[in-house]
């Protein structure tokens, strides 16, 4: 009973210990969009922020996560989880960042590495009229459903022609990214009607 207790409350800290580092995220995450330029809605960058971190933790609960993101990969390829992959987080937090029909930010689906093993796929987001390498990188796979963000640019872990031996030895970045705009991806993510499943590459 009392060990029973004890793990409660521990669990209960954690719990808190991570919301407290999402509201932090939050924050920061909603004033870097309203950063980008002086027509963001500040409104429109707080519900974004709120919803692309509240969607990447419940998707890892969904999606059954064990341990961490390469390990959750492992178990797909064994059959024993359905989803996980970077692009299922991409997909899936996109689609709940379509319902909100932004107007004043823009949704690109951005892939770094692709076909390759170091491959991953992250959301972009943009003000309007902004481009690509300008936005701010949104992705729930690299950190096991806690929602990791930076500005494209400064994405040291995906510096253009930086393998993964490199990125485990070295940190900053050479500000030359390794992210390339998926137009297809990004046409489904910008058509509030369509429907799409994203499928992983064959390798």
Known sequence: MTRTIVLIIAFSLCVSAASAKDEKSIQK????????VP???????EL????????SRDLAREYGLVW????????????????????HY????????KAL????????WGSAYAGTLD??????????NQSFEDGIVLDGWRRAGRLFWCRLKEDSQYDSGQGARWRATHHGSDGVTAWKEEPLYTA????????????PAAR
């Not at 974004?48 to 969607?55: G, K, N, Q, Y």
């Open 119 to 128: 491959e991953n796929n992250g959301l972009v987001v943009t003000a309007r």
């Open 39 to 45: 027509e963001v809605d500040p409104g429109e960058a």
């Open 48 to 55: 974004l922020s709120v919803t692309a971190h509240t969607a």
């Open 188 to 199: 489904w993510l910008q058509d509030y009607k369509g429907g799409w499943e994203w499928q």
């Open 90 to 97: 991409t997909r899936d937090i996109g689609e709940r960042l």
């Open 68 to 87: 961490c993101p390469v390990f959750q990969n492992v178990l797909i390829h064994m059959g024993k989880r359905q989803r996980g992959f970077c692009g």
């Open 101 to 108: 029909k932004l107007k004043t930010l823009v949704l690109h």
């Open 29 to 36: 995450l909603r004033d870097a969009l309203v950063a980008l």
